[in-house]
């Protein structure tokens, strides 16, 4: 079992940016891929970002555009998704998950985390 905590969500103006993070616990993180998902309101769960669990290989949601950058510390059991440019269209729950190697898709993942709100509004 794996147990994800996101935190660092909030509100926060067009253009502006915020840093989620996703503590983990339970089996060894460093032996899995991580990813982050969201989910806006009356919207399926859409990919955002994943990271391979030495770092070597990323990918990320055609939307992305460069603007968010997904990391993680294994030696501290997180992960983290900085997020710059926000747009309103980018306010959703997001979600941390973990599997053995890394996927974009949703049904692939067994662990998510609760999830935090990002809103992003003038």
């Known amino acids: 079992q794996v147990q994800l905590v996101e935190s660092g969500g909030g509100l926060v103006q067009p253009g502006g940016s915020l840093r989620l993070s996703c503590a983990a616990s339970g089996r060894t993180f460093s032996s899995y891929a991580m990813g982050w998902f969201r989910q806006a309101p009356g919207k399926e769960r859409e990919f955002v970002a994943t990271i391979s669990w030495k770092s070597d290989y990323t990918r990320y949601g055609e939307f992305v555009k460069g603007r968010f950058t997904i990391s993680r510390d294994n030696a501290k059991n997180t992960g983290y998704l900085q997020m710059n440019s926000l747009k309103p269209e980018d306010t959703a729950v997001y979600y941390c998950?973990?599997?053995?190697?890394?996927?974009?898709?949703?049904?692939?993942?067994?662990?998510w985390g609760q999830g935090t709100q990002v809103t992003v509004s003038s």
């Open positions: 998950v973990v599997r053995p190697t890394v996927s974009t898709t949703t049904r692939l993942y067994d662990y």
